[in-house]
């Protein structure tokens, strides 16, 4: 399916360490998408990268895709007890038009 | 702007009621989703709009659900009967579409409508 999986499902780490979640799909993607969702909340877009980039930055945010492997990361530096909440990638295939979400990673930052 | 809106933002029924959730998608957007999320199944895509038009209902549980948009600014989805296994937190999001084979651009959600069918 053309669905992302994260992994870990779930991981806590301390303020000031940095963050890193995988997430592998299975078909042929034109973009991929991450998101977080903070408890009760809906999704907020965090960062969008294209199937012909393997890397994007923005703020503490880094994200890579390898279109070989099917697989991306972000990773979130220096960690802030705000960052605690879900992480979702999503994937867009090409010539469609709608996303599917992984199950997500719940992030756990401690003060 | 004032994101995308839904409501009821909490909708507690009993089963057999008939259950309309509603959203105002951003101004401008031209597409428009509805999710279910629960524990057990995640951020499932229920259906999306393109221009006011249903483009892909394949993630629709069952004929009790059903959406429509009648209008750019307004979207509705409705269950008719409810049933317990329906409680889940519905999210709408909407989009603009950029157009020619670039695919999908960035979502924007709503708070979501938790609903709990006793």
């Known amino acids: 399916s053309q669905q992302g999986e994260e992994d870990p499902q779930a991981l806590s780490i301390q303020e000031g360490e940095n963050a890193t979640m995988n997430c592998s799909y299975k078909t042929s993607i034109n973009n991929l998408q991450w998101y977080r969702q903070n408890s009760g909340r809906g999704l907020v877009h965090l960062i969008l990268?294209?199937?012909?980039?393997r890397e994007k930055h923005s703020g503490r945010l880094r994200v890579t895709l390898d279109t070989s492997k099917k697989s991306s990361s972000l990773l979130i530096t220096a960690s802030r007890a705000a960052d605690t909440a879900s992480y979702f990638c999503?994937?867009?295939?090409?010539?469609?038009?709608?996303?599917?979400f992984g199950a997500g990673t719940r992030l756990t930052v401690k003060p | 702007d004032a994101g995308v809106i839904q409501s009821p933002r909490h909708e507690v029924t009993e089963m057999g009621q008939e259950v309309t959730l509603r959203c105002k998608p951003i101004?401008?957007?031209?597409?428009l989703f509805w999710y279910r999320q629960t524990m057990m199944r995640g951020l499932e895509l229920l259906i999306y709009?393109?221009?006011?038009?249903?483009?892909?209902d394949s993630g629709m549980p069952e004929d009790r659900f059903s959406a429509k948009m009648p209008n750019a600014s307004f979207s509705t989805l409705k269950i008719q009967p409810s049933e317990p296994r329906d409680s889940a937190v519905y999210f709408c999001?909407?989009?603009?579409?950029?157009?020619?084979?670039?695919?999908?651009?960035?979502?924007?959600f709503g708070p979501g409508t938790r609903l709990t069918v006793l």
């Open positions: 990268i294209r199937s012909n980039e």
């Open positions: 999001a909407s989009t603009f579409r950029s157009g020619g084979a670039g695919g999908t651009d960035t979502q924007y």
């Open positions: 999503a994937t867009a295939k090409y010539n469609n038009n709608d996303m599917r």
């Open positions: 709009f393109n221009n006011n038009v249903p483009i892909d």
């Open positions: 101004s401008g957007h031209n597409s």
